[in-house]
């Protein structure tokens, strides 16, 4: 088939299965559509949590190496310097004050610049030949990552946060420098940001603009990911499988488990014989009725 | 005998009839009753006052022609555990359940909000914005009460009660138990309070534990905080159509098993003869034969109007008599609007929750407010309640082409009331619409298509056996929990009557359709016929049973 092949109004037809690789909610809400689907169902489906771990991401192209101030030098450092953060981390309650602001109010930040929590992971760590930034001269400083509410909860709607976004820079810069000396104007060339609704507009299964889709908490892991109903990556839905992190133990993190976990619901399924290439997890219990994913 | 103006209202049923047993009230606990007896074999008739099945099981139009309420029962917390929706597998043809995240909401006055979602995370996130101490306080205690209740609390509601020194007993085997005895002492008021220091979520927390007619100073009942926190707060369900679809799929396993259900029948009077249980007598004058009769009326109306108080033991007698109902009772405002109410809050999610606590802003006025009912009174300067807008959930309830949604603001309310019902019901109408307006700015005169309310009495009215507009059919303390409710010789079920079983919200565990009464009623008939057990205890019922009981 040409790579081409199912642009415009095409309809490419499944015998077996579709497994759908895009995130949860969409999955269902938009490609199966709510006329298909019990009213307890979708209300189970729009209650799946995208809270928990959204990120603000800022890359700051700077002319000179951004450099710690002394308190923050690690030992025993040649060049700039190295700092990666948590910043500030002084006591719980800045944290809890953190935490609070984001998860508790869900709006604009408020807590005070130099109480605001970041992690960054600089340029400088990166092997020599690993170049990030090619313009001569300059330097680029990123990723800076400070924890902030996902769009979809913010009372003021979901571009809430973006309408201030160069203010919000430039208060993260204010939290930056408490631990940076030299991110000034002077020395600034360019702060790019990636909010979280900027994240879902680029990708759009990052669903609360976060890397792990849906909340990584109790309710939402392991037999409850994405829902009790929906754990082992089947669906009410004859034929529709799910495979995206936002829908499927273990979650996000690039951790590769699930396109190999749904394998053996496909087998018990009786969708695909894989052949001698085939091996289960030694975990794997077979689910009584079914097809074992365990070769004979 | 039959109206003389309109004749039998079913003529083939004969004036007199014959039955292995017969269940008197068709609320949840009676149709559960009558459906498990039904399929067991026994030849069953379920005898119902009203032209309609249900109890407070009830979705009816009341406002209007195309809009539907669900007038008592509207929040199902047990769910989860009911073994009668596993045993007939009522969940794969009959009912779906919705169980929102955003579950329990509280909106203050200042526009900040709390919110009890069903996941826990979400939960702490609430009650951060006032106390992230607290919010770790409740996400511990939490998970240690979710143990509470899915090992104990949870699968003992379906096992017949036993003695406080048994219970003690049992549940010095595990640590689990010990922790549930520990919570059984202190009254919610003192678990809350040791537990929680941020005013506004004390409040939530007690208002949340306590509804349903709890003494929040009282001890001894302690247990309940971490089973309506737990599953009220967290975890209740709204049956899809409405409640009365519970009923309704209920009643088809009765008559699909056999069962007869006889409707628009008011017992008048329970026969006996020989100094046992001989049937029943219908109002339009049909008697109904049966050594066993199962009622699940309270217990007034059971022993002292229809067996009558001369065919009762004295210690009986005296017992029904001193028999205690709610502490209070309800005021329900339901309304149909144009739009659902829009909370003006700091949470956009509680637009979104089964139920939103109005115009309690902290523990001080929410205590205040509870005495004022018990007291008999209603200060209209301090009261508060909780709303809930049941089309968000489920469509079906409005079928009327103008559009529309279904909402309810219910409060605690006396029985009695100074200057009675009828005039205090009209003022506290308008008194919640502009309390609720404060809350949720929409709901103005021009929002509204209809409102109507039901009072106290008016509950009595439609349900006569909810005394006093007891939804409980009795008050919940410790002299009537457990093996004391309704009273010690009656609370398996079986009566010193012979051949009468009760098996009504008055008897253990209680109200709230919580379905247990009904399920032991007919685990003890069907034991006392010799009839074989078609049915097993759950899972979780099982467990109980191997680690505290054997």
Same mark, same amino acid.
């Given at each position: ?296 | ?168 007993? @049992?549940?010095?085997?595990? /640590?689990? =138990? ?5 919570? &059984?002492?202190? *009254?919610? %008021?003192?678990?809350? +309070? ?83 249980? @001989?049937?029943?007598?219908? /109002?339009? =004058? ?5 050594? &066993?009769?199962? *009622?699940? %009326?309270?217990?007034? +109306? ?249």
């Amino acid at each position: 088939m040409r790579e081409t092949a199912t642009r415009d109004e095409k309809r490419v037809w499944a015998d077996k299965a579709v497994v759908s690789g895009i995130d949860v909610k969409q999955t269902f809400q938009k490609l199966i559509g709510s006329e298909h689907l019990g009213t307890s169902f979708l209300r189970k489906v729009d209650d799946i949590s995208v809270k928990g771990g959204s990120i603000w991401v800022s890359h700051l192209l700077t002319r000179q190496p951004l450099v710690p101030r002394p308190k923050f030098q690690a030992p025993k450092c040649e060049g700039p310097g190295e700092y990666g953060g948590p910043y500030p981390c002084g006591s719980r309650e800045i944290y809890y004050e953190h935490v609070g602001d984001v998860d508790g109010r869900r709006g604009k930040p408020t807590v005070p610049a130099e109480r605001l929590m970041w992690i960054a992971t600089q340029s400088v760590r990166f092997h020599e030949t690993d170049s990030q930034c090619t313009i001569p001269g300059l330097y680029l400083e990123s990723p800076y990552y400070v924890y902030v509410p996902p769009p979809e909860y913010q009372p003021d709607g979901p571009d809430a946060i973006d309408k201030h976004k160069e203010e919000i820079n430039a208060y993260m810069r204010q939290a930056f420098s408490q631990v940076i000396e030299n991110v000034d104007d002077d020395n600034l060339v360019a702060h790019l940001s990636n909010s979280p609704y900027e994240s879902e507009f680029r990708n759009t299964g990052l669903i609360g603009g976060t890397w792990c889709g849906t909340r990584h908490c109790d309710d939402q892991w392991g037999e409850n990911r994405p829902s009790p109903e929906l754990a082992r990556y089947r669906t009410p839905v004859d034929g529709l499988y799910l495979c995206n992190q936002t829908a499927c133990h273990p979650g996000g993190l690039a951790l590769m488990a699930i396109p190999y976990n749904l394998m053996h619901i496909l087998i018990e399924d009786g969708l695909v014989e894989p052949g001698n290439w085939w091996y289960p997890s030694p975990w794997y219990i077979p689910q009584q009725g079914k097809i074992s994913a365990i070769p004979r | 005998m039959p109206d003389p103006l309109i004749g039998k209202v079913f003529d083939e049923f004969p004036d007199e009839s014959e039955w292995d047993a017969i269940v008197i009230g068709s609320g949840p606990n009676g149709l559960i009753a009558a459906a498990y007896l039904a399929k067991a074999g026994v030849k069953v008739a379920l005898v119902e006052r009203r032209y309609e099945i249900g109890g407070g099981l009830a979705t009816e139009e009341i406002l209007f022609p195309g809009y539907s309420s669900n007038m008592h029962a509207v929040y199902h917390m047990m769910v989860d555990y009911m073994p009668v929706i596993q045993d007939f597998d009522l969940d794969n043809h009959a009912l779906m359940w919705t169980k929102p995240n955003a579950q329990t909401g509280m909106v203050f006055e200042d526009g900040t909000s709390l919110l009890m979602a069903r996941m826990v995370e979400d939960t702490k996130d609430s009650i951060t914005k006032f106390s992230f101490k607290d919010a770790v306080a409740f996400g511990k205690l939490i998970r240690r009460w979710r143990k509470i209740v899915d090992e104990i609390l949870g699968p003992a509601t379906y096992i017949p009660p036993m003695s406080p020194l048994d219970i003690s007993m @049992a549940m010095q085997r595990t /640590a689990v =138990g010990q922790e549930m005895l520990e919570l &059984v002492e202190q *009254s919610p %008021l003192e678990i809350i +309070t040791n537990n929680f220091e941020n005013d506004k979520v004390r409040a939530f927390l007690l208002y949340t534990s306590c509804m349903w007619g709890l003494d929040p100073r009282e001890t001894g009942i302690g247990m309940f905080v971490a089973l309506l926190l737990q599953r009220f707060g967290m975890n209740k369900c709204y049956c899809d159509g409405g409640s009365h679809k519970f009923a309704a799929s209920l009643a088809r396993e009765v008559v699909g098993n056999g069962g007869t259900i006889v409707d628009a029948a008011e017992v008048t009077n329970i026969i006996m003869e020989g100094g046992r249980v @001989a049937g029943v007598q219908i /109002a339009e =004058g049909r008697t109904l034969r049966s050594k &066993v009769v199962i *009622s699940t %009326l309270d217990p007034h +109306t059971t022993f002292l109007d229809l067996v009558g108080p001369e065919n009762l033991p004295a210690d009986l007698k005296e017992s029904v008599e001193g028999w205690q109902y709610d502490k209070w009772s309800f005021y329900t405002l339901h309304i149909a609007t144009k739009e659902p109410p829009k909370y003006k809050c700091d949470d956009n999610w509680i637009n979104d929750a089964f139920m939103n606590i109005v115009g309690i802003e902290g523990l001080d006025q929410l205590l205040a407010h509870w005495d004022n009912v018990i007291g008999g009174s209603i200060d209209f300067n301090n009261f508060g309640g909780h709303a809930t807008c049941e089309s968000l959930f489920d469509p079906h309830l409005v079928h009327s082409p103008y559009g529309g949604y279904v909402s309810f603001f219910q409060m605690h309310a006396p029985y009695e009331i100074e200057g009675g019902w009828d005039q205090k019901g009209k003022e506290l109408e308008e008194a919640i619409l502009t309390k609720w307006q404060k809350a949720a700015p929409n709901m103005t005169r021009e929002n509204i298509i209809k409102v109507g309310h039901e009072t106290p009495v008016g509950i009595e009215l439609r349900l006569p056996n909810m005394r006093r507009g007891a939804i409980k059919h009795g008050d919940y303390k410790p002299i009537q929990l457990g093996c004391f409710r309704p009273n010690q010789d009656c609370s398996s079920s079986a009566t010193p009557v012979e051949g009468l079983y009760v098996c009504g919200a008055s008897n253990y565990p209680g109200g709230m359709v919580l379905g247990g009464p009904g399920y032991l009623g007919a685990n003890k008939v069907a034991e006392d016929l010799g009839v074989t057990k078609w049915w097993k205890p759950t899972k979780a019922m099982e467990k109980y049973i191997r680690t505290y009981l054997e």
